[in-house]
């Protein structure tokens, strides 16, 4: 019996059966009040945001949760079976890579912290390890049509030096990220901060390069082969 | 230089059977985006017009390597197809205006440029392996299945590489790696359909036609993820 439960759990079939269920789940979802933007999905870690809202809203994401959780599975145990048997090692990094993401996302969604800060200049914010920040400076420029074409503020940690902080130039520290988002310069200026915690990006970043790596082995191995 | 891209339609809609016209196509596409491209210092990829633009040309690019095969030496009717089919989305950009706004501070950057161009790849490869599925359940050759693949596994590499510059993008202007949205959500659907597009090869011949029919499928949802999610949904995250 265990031998029968355990060819069912390696079976390629389950595998496509359980994918073309989360797409089912996530297509449904999309489409649902729940994944919404401004249904606060994106403002809180997923688990909070899960305990927190109505199973109306969130129903689609407890099915894409409850599918993976066997895909996963699946996908261990596939890539075990394969390696077992001297397969080709390409997909089987692929599959490590879908795993790291996956970690990454239980990571964020357990872990993950997001909070938005409007701070004038020499405004500061604390960090719960007693360090603050400061902002010293915010400038801007106006491009054409009168919006700023860019924006930067210039901050500085507890004594540490100063740091220019822009978009795509966030500012970490000690597994913080700090955002600016938008700066207003009049009447005074004042900058929109966000800070962020994303436990799950290393995890994210290595499954990235897992699945690249083997993608790309892959992509070799396929070079004029019909299969 | 709005003339080029009304140029190329004519060409690829009655020349496309010849190889060489279909390439010159191409070319008179690409200059017509290199030439927006040096105006605005930026890889033309905001808003419909240029998106749809990119798009096509994508399709003819990709579409190139494919159609000078052996295996397609003879396959006048698919490559008119690719050649309709990139007419069709130029056509498609022609009534938006363009947008020659400098780039969001956000949208600056090179991650952005990569992310957005690998997507329009793998959807023009795609689209490629879509019709390829097509004229195999038209001709019935075991080429054109094992090309069909070619494509979809080329654009999916693409398409994952996407994703991964997309996530560093987002990791450095929004402070996460993901967001929930509708346009992430459908970007998620097409990728696990292409897994599962892609898995399903290992069943064997007896799944040819569903193989083939499955890549119509994908390309459906492929324009489903571009244009219907900007179109039906609300998403910050669309052209």
């Known amino acids: 019996m265990l031998k029968t439960l355990y060819l069912r759990l390696i079976s390629l079939n389950l595998g496509l059966w359980l994918i073309t ?25 997923l688990f909070a945001w899960l305990l927190g809202a109505p199973v109306g809203f969130s129903w689609w994401l407890w099915i894409a949760l409850a599918l993976l959780a066997p895909l996963t599975l699946n996908a261990i145990l596939c890539s075990i079976e394969a390696l077992r048997k001297g397969r080709s090692l390409a997909p089987q990094l692929m599959h490590l890579g879908f795993l790291f993401i996956v970690l990454a996302h239980l990571l964020s969604a357990y872990g993950g912290f997001k909070q938005q800060f409007q701070l004038p200049e020499g ?23 009168g919006m700023l074409s860019s924006y930067q503020a210039r901050m500085r940690i507890g004594n540490g030096a100063a740091s220019g902080v822009e978009p795509n130039h966030p500012l970490f520290h000690k597994g913080y990220g700090i955002y600016l988002k938008q700066v207003e310069l009049v009447p005074v200026p004042v900058a929109l901060i966000e800070v962020h915690r994303e436990p799950g990006a290393w995890a994210a970043l290595a499954g990235a390069l897992f699945f690249t790596l083997g993608n790309l082995m892959l992509l070799m191995q396929r070079r004029g082969k019909p299969q | 230089m709005k003339w080029l891209l009304i140029a190329s339609i004519p060409v690829y809609l009655f020349g496309s059977f010849k190889r060489p016209i279909f390439a010159l196509a191409v070319l008179v596409e690409l200059v017509y985006l290199a030439s927006r491209g040096i105006g605005l210092g930026r890889l033309p990829l905001i808003g419909p017009q240029d998106t749809l633009a990119f798009f096509s040309c994508s399709i003819g690019l990709m579409a190139l390597p494919f159609l000078f095969t052996r295996e397609l030496a003879e396959e006048e009717g698919l490559r008119w197809s690719c050649g309709a089919l990139a007419a069709f989305f130029a056509g498609l950009a022609l009534p938006f205006p363009t947008l020659n706004m400098p780039l969001p501070p956000v949208l600056d950057t090179y991650w952005f440029e990569l992310h957005v161009a690998l997507a329009f790849f793998a959807y023009a490869l795609f689209g490629v392996g879509a019709l390829l599925g097509g004229a195999f359940l038209l001709k019935g050759r075991r080429s054109l299945l094992d090309l069909q693949y070619r494509a979809a596994l080329t654009g999916y590499s693409f398409f994952s590489l996407s994703m991964v510059s997309g996530g560093i993008w987002g990791y450095y202007a929004w402070g996460t790696y993901w967001l929930w949205t509708p346009k992430e959500l459908w970007t998620s659907i097409l990728w696990l359909f292409y897994s599962l597009f892609l898995h399903l090869r290992a069943k064997g011949s007896s799944w040819d036609k569903g193989f083939a029919w499955l890549g119509i499928v994908g390309f459906v949802v492929t324009l489903f993820t571009y244009l219907g999610v900007s179109i039906f949904m609300r998403s910050s995250h669309s052209f």
């Open chain 1, 21 to 45: 269920g989360v797409m089912l789940a996530l297509a449904a979802g999309s489409f649902s009040q729940g994944a919404a933007e401004g249904g606060g999905l994106n403002e809180m870690p």
């Open chain 1, 123 to 145: 405004g500061s914010l604390g960090f719960p390890d007693g360090e603050r920040l400061l902002v010293e400076n915010i400038s801007g420029v106006a491009g054409p049509m």
